[in-house]
C-alpha cells in the first residue's frame, strides 16, 4: 500500500525549494506523493545494478550511497545521499539502474513510485523543472568528485568529503557544517574517495593530529573550517543552492 | 566473518586502526594489508619521496599479532642500470 508520507516529503521538499521557487499548488503536489516506507539495514542493497526500477528512493533518516561495482567485487561510492535527497530522480526517464543503491548505515527511505513522480510533473511544469535542476545538482557534485579523486591528495579528497557533507547537512537543517552526524566507516569512506581503509585511517589521524576534524562516535567535528576548507579547495557555487542561500553558505 | 585490524607504523608514528575490517580469511586480511601499503606508497611517489621503513601489524580483536607486513614486502623496487632500452614495455 502506498500512503502519502508529508513530513518526510517535507524534507525532500526543502530540498527543491533551495534550488527552485515553487509555487504553493506545486508545493502540496509534492508533499502529497503517494510512497511508501521500508527501513534498510546498514549495508544492503536498495537498488542493484541493472535493476529495473518503477520507484525513487527518498532518503528520510541515516545515509545512502549511490556505487559502481568491479568485477572482483570492489565497489566505488559515486554519491552520498543524506536525509530529504531521492538517491536516483533521474530514474524517472531512466528506469534501468546503471547504478546500485546502498544503505551505508541503518537507513529509512520512501519509495515514490515514478507514476506519482511522472504525474505530478506534467500537472505542474515547474515542478518537471525543479526536478530537472534537482539532477543537475547531483551531476554537479559528482563532476566535483572526478576532480577531487582525479587530482587530490588524499588529505585534500578527504577534506573536501567533509566540507561538502557539513554544507549539504546544515543546508538541510540536520546540523552544523563544523559538526554533523556522519555514520561511516573507512571502509566506506576508503571505497568513496578511491583509497583503502588503511590509507584513510592513517590520513584522518594526521589530519586529528592537526587538529582538523575529529570523529566522536556518529559525529564529525570539524575544528577549523577555514583552514580545511582551503586544504580543500572548497567553493560551495558546485552545490549549485539558489542566492540566498547560498548567501548563508558563505557567510 | 573474523574481525580484523591494520594498525600502521612509519616514520609519522603509530597509527591504531579503531574499527577494523571483517574479511573472510588471513589471506585476505595479507591481500588488504598489502593494497593499502600500495595505496600510501603511491601517494608518496607522486610527492616525490617513498619511505619503505614502515610495516603494518595485523591484529584480531584481543590484540594478538597475526601478521606483520614490512612496506618493502609489499612491493617490488627496480634500481641499477637502466634497463635494455631494445625490450619493450616496462623492466619485468
Redesign the interface.
Known amino acids: 500500500m502506498t500512503h502519502s508520507n508529508q513530513k518526510p516529503l517535507s524534507l525532500f521538499l526543502g530540498r527543491l525549494l533551495r534550488r527552485s521557487e515553487l509555487a504553493q499548488a506545486e508545493r502540496q503536489a509534492v508533499l502529497g506523493l503517494k510512497s511508501q516506507v521500508a527501513q534498510v539495514r546498514a549495508h544492503r542493497d536498495i537498488v542493484l545494478l541493472g535493476d529495473q526500477v518503477n520507484s525513487c528512493c527518498l532518503v528520510v533518516d541515516g545515509l545512502a550511497a549511490r556505487f559502481d561495482q568491479l568485477a572482483d567485487g570492489r565497489r566505488q561510492l559515486t554519491a552520498l545521499h543524506i536525509p530529504g535527497d531521492i538517491c536516483d530522480l533521474q530514474s524517472v526517464v531512466a528506469p534501468v539502474a546503471s547504478w546500485g543503491i546502498e544503505a551505508l548505515t541503518t537507513t529509512t527511505v520512501l519509495h515514490v513510485p515514478h507514476a506519482e513522480l511522472k504525474r505530478v510533473a506534467s500537472e505542474h511544469p515547474g515542478l518537471a523543472l525543479a526536478f530537472w535542476r534537482d539532477t543537475i545538482a547531483d551531476a554537479s557534485i559528482l563532476a566535483k568528485w572526478v576532480v577531487n579523486l582525479g587530482r587530490k591528495s588524499a588529505q585534500s579528497r578527504i577534506a573536501h568529503l567533509l566540507c561538502e557533507m557539513g554544507v549539504r547537512m546544515e543546508q538541510a537543517g540536520l546540523g552544523r557544517r563544523a559538526a554533523f552526524a556522519f555514520d561511516i566507516t573507512q571502509n566506506q569512506l576508503a571505497d568513496a574517495m578511491g583509497l583503502t581503509a588503511v590509507h584513510v585511517n592513517r590520513t584522518l589521524q594526521a589530519m586529528r593530529g592537526d587538529a582538523l576534524v575529529r570523529f566522536a562516535g556518529r559525529t564529525v567535528e570539524l575544528h577549523d573550517w577555514d583552514r580545511l576548507a582551503r586544504i580543500a579547495e572548497f567553493d560551495p557555487a558546485f552545490l549549485q543552492v539558489m542566492r540566498g542561500e547560498r548567501e548563508l553558505v558563505d557567510a | 566473518m573474523p574481525h580484523y585490524f591494520?594498525h600502521?607504523r612509519n616514520r609519522?608514528g603509530y597509527?591504531?586502526?579503531e574499527?577494523g575490517?571483517e574479511l573472510p580469511d588471513l589471506e585476505a586480511a595479507r591481500a588488504?594489508?598489502i593494497?593499502?601499503?600500495r595505496?600510501?606508497l603511491s601517494?608518496e611517489a607522486?610527492?616525490g619521496e617513498i619511505d619503505l621503513r614502515g610495516r603494518?601489524e595485523v591484529r584480531d580483536p584481543a590484540g594478538a599479532l597475526l601478521l606483520t607486513i614490512p612496506f618493502a614486502e609489499a612491493v617490488t623496487v627496480h634500481t641499477g642500470p637502466p634497463a635494455d632500452g631494445s625490450k619493450p614495455g616496462i623492466a619485468a
Open positions: 591494520f600502521v609519522f597509527v591504531e586502526d574499527e575490517s588488504r594489508a593494497d593499502g601499503v595505496s600510501m601517494e607522486r610527492a603494518i
